[in-house]
């Protein structure tokens, strides 16, 4: 299977989004995600969540440095970095308040493999095992990277309508 860049794979998803606003009624340490739609297009920031040796799960704010190049001439030149293959993409639709129950029992599950998450609809809150929950909107971007046999986090659909995702990996 022929590999694209993992930028162009997210890129494509997020630029189809557009920006929805979030809201999660849920205590302390609750976040919005790091604004990752900069003014600067040479720099992007998204959200990774990782596991430690001890299989507990963070989160952590990544940004890329992007460089000017001829990418698709004729058209003019856009801003690329953070090249890293990917050998596969797919969509995920989820029903609405999907997770909720999880996250009432606690239930934590690690991902099926290290991907990004590109969120196209809903309105999303993940929690890791360390405590902190951030709400993810339309357009945003997560790396996962908390495979087995980590503890992992707890995500749920907070919208009243199905959500959906793109998964590049």
Same mark, same amino acid.
Not at 134 to 145: A, H, N, P, S, T
């Given at each position: 299977?022929?590999?694209?860049p993992?930028?162009?794979?997210i890129?494509?998803a997020?630029?189809?989004s557009?920006g929805?606003?979030a809201?999660?009624?849920?205590?302390?340490?609750?976040?919005?995600?790091?604004e990752?739609?900069?003014?600067?297009?040479?720099?992007?920031?998204?959200?990774?969540l990782y596991? #430690?040796? @001890?299989? /507990?799960?963070?989160?952590?704010?990544?940004?890329?440095? !992007?460089?000017k190049?001829e990418?698709? %001439?004729?058209?003019p030149?856009?801003?690329?970095?953070?090249?890293?293959?990917a050998?596969?993409?797919?969509?995920?639709?989820?029903?609405?308040?999907?997770?909720a129950h999880?996250?009432?029992a606690r239930l934590?599950?690690?991902?099926?493999?290290a991907?990004f998450v590109?969120?196209?609809?809903?309105?999303?809150?993940?929690t #890791?095992? @360390?405590? /902190?929950t951030?709400?993810?909107?339309?357009?945003?971007? !997560?790396?996962?990277?908390d495979?087995? %046999?980590?503890?992992?986090?707890?995500?749920?659909?907070?919208?009243?309508?199905?959500?959906?995702?793109i998964?590049?990996r």
């Open positions: 299977m022929r590999k694209m993992l930028f162009l794979a890129t494509s997020a630029l189809l557009a929805g606003a809201s999660l009624d849920r205590p302390a340490k609750v976040q919005n995600v790091v990752s739609r900069s003014n600067d297009p040479s720099r992007y920031t998204y959200t990774r596991c #430690t040796p @001890d299989t /507990e799960t963070h989160f952590q704010d990544v940004t890329v440095d !992007l460089t190049i990418f698709a %001439p004729p058209a030149p856009i801003y690329i970095g953070g090249k890293l293959p050998s596969s993409a797919f969509f995920g639709g989820f029903d609405p308040h999907w997770g999880d996250l009432e934590n599950h690690p991902a099926p493999a991907q590109t969120f196209l609809a809903g309105v999303w809150s993940i #890791t095992t @360390d405590g /902190e951030r709400r993810f909107r339309q357009g945003d971007v !997560l790396r996962v990277e495979t087995s %046999p980590c503890k992992g986090h707890i995500t749920v659909n907070t919208s009243d309508k199905p959500g959906f995702i998964f590049a």
